[in-house]
């Protein structure tokens, strides 16, 4: 920390957050409940994030600027998205690099490089596909009708709240909730129609038809384990695979896919066990409901970025709904701000996928971007011939948001920093490579992993566990 001392004063740090005379005491304790009156009011049941430092913005007031003459439902013949996902099914990927991964991870195997031993590809292979299928109006479980009892009947700020509690049970660290206007059913792709009719159904020529009676739509947060993240990341000049990533430290993110599912299927199966429908009609991008509710920004790479976890998300996730819903209103955490000056994840981006401008532009850089938004385009196509996401996750990795406080209390002082003053989001962003989270760990990290000691290890999903877990 010494090192930084010369960049930013004391002083000058505490003056900016309007601290000067209340000691460092107050400083380095960023967490107080609230600091006037004002924010005490403020917060309610209905807030995300009960952080001082999150200002909630009034609804439809965005960190991201939208011009909604421009803006529209996504339409998948005009925005042809590459093909990205999975080990064989990335169309877009050159033969070339397909060749490489195949070598890549057979030259781990048989040579034993710790985070790329069979070990690794079984730990890695055995998380992915592992979820329910889920039909897009909810699974089926017992309804009121069915039971011989009235459908659950609540106000909508006690049915939000109910909705966060029962989320929050199934997996989803944050929840909001979003009323249903035009602006908003421009976040599905043209092939949702709305309209008036009773309960939701499908069309031959692939339409999915809502009622517009369902006004609501409840949104949750998948998280992605930013501790197994870390060991994804294969930077080292001096590695024979130079930014690719471990498949040991993937395993993070799988299980995050197979996690998404279930939490959906049980916030879903909720929705339907009160009497409600519950509807998850097609979406080609997640962020915006995310931006809209509350739960996140949006950053430089465009998907999540999320005040508490970064960009270790999976998804935001979200249903339509005829359960009244109070919304919850979108956040300003001084995130977007802060991505003009950090560029970390634009850095290390190995394909030149993320911008390296400091402002967002309204311009569009792939067939596969949605135009009408001021922000930092990403290249997909660039992406996925690289191989990303599947063999790369590096801008995911950096993000200095996306790492908790196991090193210092530091990333709490950040976070209330950066939603307060953006006098020092360049010193954050450089302080944040002290920490290595863009270096490569060492062969004795990765194996050690196979022996951390499961008494103290915080960072596995133990089914059965509160939150606490022991
Ligand atoms: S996954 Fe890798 S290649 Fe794709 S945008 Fe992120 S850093 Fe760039
Ligand atoms: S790494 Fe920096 S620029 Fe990129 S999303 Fe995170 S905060 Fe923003």
Request: proline content about 6%; aromatic content about 12%; glycine content about 8%.
């Amino acid at each position: 920390m010494t090192n930084y001392h010369s960049s930013v004063s004391r002083r000058d740090f505490m003056k900016a957050m309007g601290l000067v005379g209340a000691g460092m005491g107050a400083a380095t304790a960023v967490t107080p409940a609230f600091r006037d009156l004002d924010e005490l009011t403020a917060s309610t049941d209905l807030s995300v994030y009960k952080k001082w430092w999150i200002k909630e913005n009034d609804f439809g007031q965005l960190t991201t600027e939208v011009d909604w003459k421009v803006f529209n439902s996504f339409d998948t013949a005009k925005h042809p998205m590459p093909v990205m996902f999975g080990p064989t099914a990335n169309g877009a990927m050159s033969a070339k690099n397909l060749a490489n991964r195949k070598k890549r991870q057979t030259d781990g195997m048989l040579n034993k490089w710790p985070g790329s031993t069979l070990r690794d590809l079984a730990l890695d292979g055995a998380t992915g596909g592992n979820y329910p299928s889920i039909p897009w109006n909810g699974p089926n479980v017992s309804t009121p009708e069915g039971r011989g009892v009235p459908r659950w009947e609540g106000t909508p700020e006690d049915n939000t709240i109910m909705c966060k509690a029962a989320s929050h049970f199934y997996g989803a660290p944050r929840c909001g909730a979003i009323e249903v206007d035009d602006k908003v059913k421009k976040f599905f792709n043209t092939s949702v129609v709305w309209e008036d009719t009773d309960t939701a159904y499908t069309t031959s020529d692939g339409k999915q038809h809502v009622p517009n009676k369902c006004k609501w739509i409840l949104t949750w947060l998948t998280k992605q384990n930013h501790a197994m993240n870390k060991y994804t990341l294969r930077n080292n000049p001096d590695d024979p695979w130079y930014n690719t990533v471990f498949r040991q430290g993937k395993a993070g993110e799988n299980q995050a896919y197979s996690h998404a599912p279930q939490i959906q299927y049980q916030v879903m199966g909720f929705l339907k066990g009160l009497g409600y429908q519950a509807i998850k009609a097609t979406a080609s991008g997640n962020t915006q409901f995310g931006v809209w509710s509350g739960l996140c920004e949006s950053g430089r790479t465009t998907y999540a970025l999320s005040p508490d976890y970064g960009l270790m998300v999976r998804y935001i996730d979200f249903c339509i709904t005829d359960l009244p819903l109070a919304p919850t209103k979108p956040i300003n955490a001084g995130l977007s701000v802060f991505c003009k000056n950090c560029m970390t994840c634009a850095k290390v981006c190995p394909s030149n996928t993320i911008s390296l401008e400091k402002e967002p532009s309204w311009d569009t850089k792939d067939p596969g971007n949605n135009p009408g938004l001021k922000t930092w385009y990403l290249n997909w196509t660039t992406c996925a011939e690289y191989g990303g996401p599947f063999d790369c996750v590096n801008c995911q990795t950096v993000c200095p948001f996306s790492h908790d406080n196991d090193k210092s209390a530091i990333h709490n002082i950040i976070r209330g920093t950066v939603g307060t003053t953006h006098l020092f989001d360049g010193f954050f962003a450089n302080m944040e490579k002290f920490w290595g989270y863009n270096t490569q760990l060492s062969d004795q990290v990765h194996t050690d992993w196979w022996y951390r000691d499961l008494e103290t290890w915080e960072h596995d999903t133990l089914l059965g566990f509160g939150t606490k877990g022991w």
